[in-house]
């Protein structure tokens, strides 16, 4: 019925001439977009869903930025090393060092737009302790920060517009969003460089042409990929597959953050995020037995930095300086596996998760006051009252640090024209992601971005890359393709398989066996979506919607499972059973993964050394844990001072000094 | 424990529509976008619900449940009875694109209206200091997750469209409120608040902050002050006497309205 009808199958194109197009309205895109417009680009902002909707709004602690507000010991230096050692030294490290210096500046910015942090005493942006960070750091309001952020940056693009209706009488003459629009694939020109975007809107299911010589991709996670998640249903790893389908590399997709805290229960919220500022703001972890059982896995690279007795754990929130960290605030890959083994071993809940007590530990009135909507979300969610009982949580796919392969300083991926920013880009993290610098790596990347695209559309001098009719042709085809078929499968199914098979195969704990199986599973998974069929009509169809989506969630799935079967060691967010240890050897290496035709082919790469003057931050007896005797060879003198024995000096001098 | 719960859910476009019956399985804890998502993959997959986070904190699945404004992921199951019918319909006020999904631009317009933030141009990004006291006021507004619940209850919209023009709305008009109770704005809005944006058609039933998600107190920490303050100008004898010797048409301070004509 619905194949016949002309709705359903009608190739017309609306065409949108713009400079730059932003795919994604979260807080990369939008801060992009704001830089773009800045320099005087007509910029198109599409968001898959209303604007002001982004996935941003639920990222709760803060942004992480050394402005040294609450402890003025902070610095960028400071920062940056806590990015590297949190991600294991695989981060770039450009990017890691351009990420610490300029995130005060973006959040002192967001400031400037109209956002308004908690407060210090001396009425200062006040900073709160987040995991892996050696100081308050993260500018937070309340426990929803993302929601902050993300709403002053749409206010800002509403204030270019008012700039725009007053100077022009248009408030869409230089910027301007479409919402509820998706798209399904990049356009390039017959040399290869980035001509456009193509899409559908979602309210009427007509097609779109985005035609621009650059194209931000700003679109987030992977998260729906797995079926325990914190992620919402955006995140399909839609910027990873149009990369890659445009003929752009991923970097390192083996890496996924598990975040260690969310909720197990009732089932319907099963992953949902319970922020990592419980822990920061003095909730701890316990196991079936009532133990802190951190204490038991602090690994060696971090020993000299964490707490050894509950006593002196609580002395370090009053005290930071005189005593280390409580091992709860461990980087989130530690926390989630000490989780996962605590549980493996017979020690969890009722529900497979364990406790998370705030409730013994702080009055209820602060709780109230610092974690508001978590308080509300146990209350109305699951009948837990946080003030009184404790939470039970446990592991949730939460973020992707792999992604787009780009230029540090300009964001630009391997195709002409591409970019990319925030989630959706890699690198920056290394393999693991600290809490709080996803925010401020949104804002930073998101301004180069928009500043990146705008100094490439400088070199075309004018020049418009014309859109190439074949691609076209492809793109509307495949889109329509699941209308023209009438007794496929339902797109639902194959996607709620595919997340039990990452879950189960390629999740938190990973086997050679089970990945290679998985492996199997996905090209199954393959054929059934080339198969699935939708009826019904084009304006507002969700089965439409997310049988293009699968495509996407599939193509990232096979890249997560083919790195993480490479990659044999444990590192991050990637934990290979049969592999425990981290290896050196394996910290000089990227793995990058293009598309040729259908297959993902995936070389090894060797990471961009670390600038002199960034290695000497850290002590080398630090380095030694990290990097092969070869690296360290130039580094015989180090400019740190500090005693090789520094695991045996006094905390106090530990927390302040170098490592 | 599970359950199959009788649904009408209305369905249909903005030409025609009517409530079509479902049974549908329920679990424990589950919530009423739950239930929806799988009527979705079961037995409607085309079947339009506008939704994001599932978590309460985006105010994407705005809907009326058994007439209420709610939103689905909010609303626990466990709150009606087993042999109740849920009656699942789309926002009235706004106009229906398809099923579930209405049409919220009217939202998006009013809110490109207000006149934005404005902070002494002197002040350079790092160099703002307010006090947590003084922040807090705004604070509470800005909980706010645009889930349009309270423009859809709101009677001066939703039995009154010849309104829609005059009046913002409780989430616009505490917009406004936040700004004006901004600690480093300058601009004054009282006056287009009352002109432009229609703060004399709240009549203060306080339907708006019922039906809010967040429990901000729209009513009586957004609105009523700012009525208080829009009397308090206007009523001010000097006030009233300088705008009728200078004949300045708006106060010092009060920007224009981006788009009015």
């Known amino acids: 019925m619905s194949t016949s009808d002309s709705a359903s199958t009608s190739t017309e194109i609306e065409r949108y001439p713009y400079d730059v197009v932003v795919i994604g309205a979260g807080g990369s895109g939008l801060r992009a977009a704001i830089e773009a417009r800045a320099r005087g680009l007509r910029t198109a902002i599409i968001s898959k869903s209303l604007f002001g909707k982004a996935h941003t709004v639920m990222a709760e602690g803060g942004a992480a930025a050394a402005m040294g507000n609450v402890n003025p010991n902070d610095n960028w230096m400071v920062h940056f090393r806590d990015t590297m050692r949190g991600g294991k030294f695989l981060n770039n490290p450009r990017m890691a060092e351009l990420h610490a210096k300029e995130a005060p500046d973006r959040v002192w910015e967001l400031e400037a737009y109209g956002a308004i942090f908690d407060r210090t005493p001396e009425g200062k942006i006040s900073q709160r302790n987040f995991g892996g960070h050696e100081y308050p750091r993260l500018a937070h309001v309340g426990d929803r920060t993302g929601l902050e952020m993300i709403r002053t940056l749409q206010q800002q693009v509403v204030a270019l517009q008012q700039a725009d209706s007053y100077e022009f009488d248009d408030p869409e003459a230089r910027i301007k969003v479409f919402a509820e629009t998706t798209i399904t694939r990049l356009v390039k020109d017959e040399s290869g460089r980035i001509a456009g975007a193509f899409g559908y809107v979602r309210d009427t299911g007509r097609f779109v042409l985005f035609e621009a010589p650059a194209v931000v991709l700003a679109t987030g996670g992977i998260g729906r990929t797995f079926k325990v998640t914190s992620n919402s249903w955006e995140y399909s790893g839609d910027g990873h597959a149009l990369a890659l389908l445009a003929g752009a590399s991923l970097m390192n997709m083996e890496f996924v953050q598990f975040h260690p805290t969310g909720m197990v229960w009732p089932p319907s919220v099963r992953g949902l995020l319970v922020t990592e500022s419980v822990r920061g703001d003095g909730g701890v972890l316990r196991n079936s037995e009532g133990k802190r059982f951190m204490f038991n896995y602090v690994p060696d690279v971090f020993r000299a930095q964490y707490a050894e007795t509950e006593e002196e754990a609580d002395r370090w929130y009053t005290d930071p300086d005189h005593n280390r960290r409580p091992p709860e605030l461990l980087p989130r890959d530690e926390v989630a596996r000490s989780i996962n083994a605590e549980v493996k071993a017979g020690r969890g809940t009722p529900h497979g998760g364990v406790f998370l007590d705030i409730a013994s530990r702080r009055p209820a009135e602060y709780i109230l006051k610092r974690l508001p909507s978590m308080y509300h979300q146990f209350k109305e969610l699951a009948d837990v009252d946080i003030t009184k009982e404790p939470m039970e949580i446990g592991p949730t796919c939460h973020y992707v640090m792999g992604g787009v392969e780009v230029d540090p300083d300009t964001a630009a991926a391997s195709v002409p024209g591409l970019f990319a920013a925030g989630e959706v880009s890699g690198g920056m993290h290394g393999s693991n992601r600290l809490g709080g610098n996803s925010l401020s790596d949104l804002l930073v990347f998101g301004k180069r971005a928009g500043d990146g695209a705008a100094d490439y559309l400088e070199s075309l001098g004018g020049a418009k890359p014309a859109v190439s009719a074949a691609d076209l042709d492809a793109a509307v085809a495949e889109a329509l393709a699941p209308f023209s078929r009438t007794d496929g499968e339902n797109p639902y199914t194959v996607h709620s398989e595919l997340q039990q098979t990452m879950h189960d195969l390629v999740g938190i704990i990973r086997r050679e066996q089970e990945v290679r199986d998985a492996l199997a599973a996905l090209e199954k998974f393959k054929e059934r979506a080339a198969n699935v069929a939708v009826p019904g009509e084009r304006a507002y169809n969700p089965g439409w919607h997310y049988a293009q989506d699968l495509r996407n969630m599939l193509l990232v799935a096979e890249c997560v499972a083919m790195a993480a079967l490479e990659r044999t060691e444990s590192r991050g967010g990637h934990t290979r059973e049969d592999h425990p240890a981290m290896d050196p050897e394996w910290r000089k290496v990227n793995l990058i993964l293009t598309l040729d035709g259908d297959k993902i082919d995936m070389v090894h790469q060797p990471l961009p050394a670390m600038r002199q003057d960034l290695l000497e931050l850290f002590d080398v007896s630090e380095l030694k844990k990290y990097m092969t005797a070869e690296e360290l060879t130039g580094l015989t003198a180090p400019a740190a001072p500090a005693a090789p024995a520094a695991s045996a000096a006094p905390a106090a001098s530990e927390s302040k000094e170098g490592h | ?261």
């Open chain 2, 1 to 261: 424990m599970g359950y199959k719960a009788a649904l009408k859910v209305w369905r249909g476009d903005a030409g025609s529509g009517a409530l079509a019956d479902y049974e549908v399985e329920v679990n424990e804890g589950e919530v009423v976008l739950d239930v929806l998502h799988r009527l979705q993959a079961t037995q409607a997959s085309d079947l339009a619900i506008r939704w994001n986070c599932k978590a309460g904190k985006c105010g994407s699945c705005s809907m009326e449940i058994n007439g209420m404004p709610r939103l689905g992921c909010m609303t626990r199951m466990s709150t009606f009875s087993p042999e109740e019918t849920l009656t699942i319909t789309p926002m009235r006020t706004f106009p229906v694109i398809r099923d579930l999904v209405t049409d919220v631009s009217f939202n998006y317009a009013k809110a490109r209206a207000i006149p934005s933030f404005t902070p002494d141009p002197a002040i350079k990004p790092g160099e703002f200091r307010m006090q947590q006291e003084d922040v807090e006021r705004s604070q509470e507004f800005r909980k706010c997750i645009e889930c349009f619940l309270c423009q859809n209850t709101c009677h001066a919209i939703r039995d009154h469209e010849d309104n829609e023009t005059a009046f913002s709305g409780p989430r616009f008009l505490m917009r406004v409120a936040e700004l004006e109770m901004h600690p480093a704005d300058e601009a004054d809005r009282r006056n287009i608040a009352q002109d432009d944006f229609g703060l004399g058609l709240c009549n203060i039933t306080k339907c708006c902050t019922e039906v809010c998600p967040e429990h901000i107190k729209i009513t009586d920490n957004a609105i009523i002050p700012m009525k208080e303050r829009v009397a308090g100008r206007r009523f001010d004898p000097l006030v009233w006497l300088g705008s009728k010797i200078s004949r300045r048409p708006e106060p010092a301070g009060t920007p224009a309205v981006p788009g009015k004509r």
